[in-house]
């Protein structure tokens, strides 16, 4: 597909078990972004990739959180031993990196922790 | 720290009136400003995009307007249809660790009221 894809599109889980999210990037783009959005919120940025740079993870809000991108292609966001307060709808957005800063978004996945 | 905000978190029109939303911007390096639309249970969609060097740009029944002066970006959507009821984000390209990246408002809902 053209577009950014995420899976799964929405994701039940008990507090205390783990989660992996996964983002299929646009081919091609170097930068990968992933955003939290609580309900009725706005983005709260977590992490983002350029190219081999080291990633700026100064948005992740424990060390619960951690994120993998392999090259420039799929990146997986992993929630450790999650909490209610983690449910959200998790975003993942790509760009051309440094040759332009247009963020394409995919559709989200939706966390709902029990 | 430098931040993108809105005066109004939520906006009520009539359908087939003009909507503004408005967005200050407080990073005078910024040079790239952007607007998304985003509906109910989706993702972020681009709308517009302007440069710092210019003050205006029309889309389709579009137009952002920015004034450098007062860091002031609103975004104006013509003969407003239910279609445009959504989330609107402004964002500016900022510098973050890793490179350039966009750093979002919190949003301004849009409700069109037939």
């Known amino acids: 597909g053209a577009g950014v894809s995420q899976s799964p599109s929405n994701k039940v889980t008990e507090k205390g078990k783990d989660v992996e999210l996964r983002c299929d990037p646009i081919?091609?783009?170097?930068?990968l972004y992933w955003y939290r959005q609580r309900l009725g919120q706005g983005l709260e940025f977590l992490i983002y990739?350029?190219?081999?740079?080291?990633?700026?993870k100064s948005g992740l809000p424990s060390d619960r959180f951690s994120a993998e991108r392999t090259g420039e292609s799929v990146s997986t966001l992993t929630i450790q031993r999650t909490q209610q307060e983690d449910s959200a709808v998790y975003l993942c957005?790509?760009?051309?990196?440094?040759?332009?800063?247009?963020?394409?978004f995919g559709p989200g996945t939706r966390l709902t922790v029990t | 720290g430098e931040s993108v905000g809105l005066h109004l978190p939520t906006l009520s029109v009539q359908e087939g009136d003009n909507s503004i939303i408005n967005c200050a911007y407080s990073?005078?390096?910024?040079?790239?400003f952007i607007w998304y639309k985003q509906e109910s249970g989706k993702g972020p969609q681009f709308i517009i995009d302007?440069?710092?060097?210019?003050d205006k740009r029309q889309g389709q029944r579009v137009t952002v307007l920015l004034n450098k002066t007062v860091k002031h970006l609103s975004l104006q959507i013509a003969a407003t249809q239910p279609g445009d009821s959504a989330v609107y984000f402004c964002?500016?390209?900022?510098?973050?660790?890793?490179?350039?990246?966009?750093?979002f408002g919190g949003g301004t809902r849009l409700m069109v009221k037939p």
């Open positions: 957005a790509s760009s051309a990196g440094l040759a332009g800063f247009k963020q394409y």
């Open positions: 081919s091609g783009h170097t930068a």
């Open positions: 990739f350029q190219g081999n740079s080291a990633p700026d």
């Open positions: 990073n005078s390096a910024s040079d790239y």
């Open positions: 302007i440069r710092s060097n210019m």
């Open positions: 964002a500016e390209n900022s510098a973050h660790n890793a490179g350039n990246m966009l750093t």
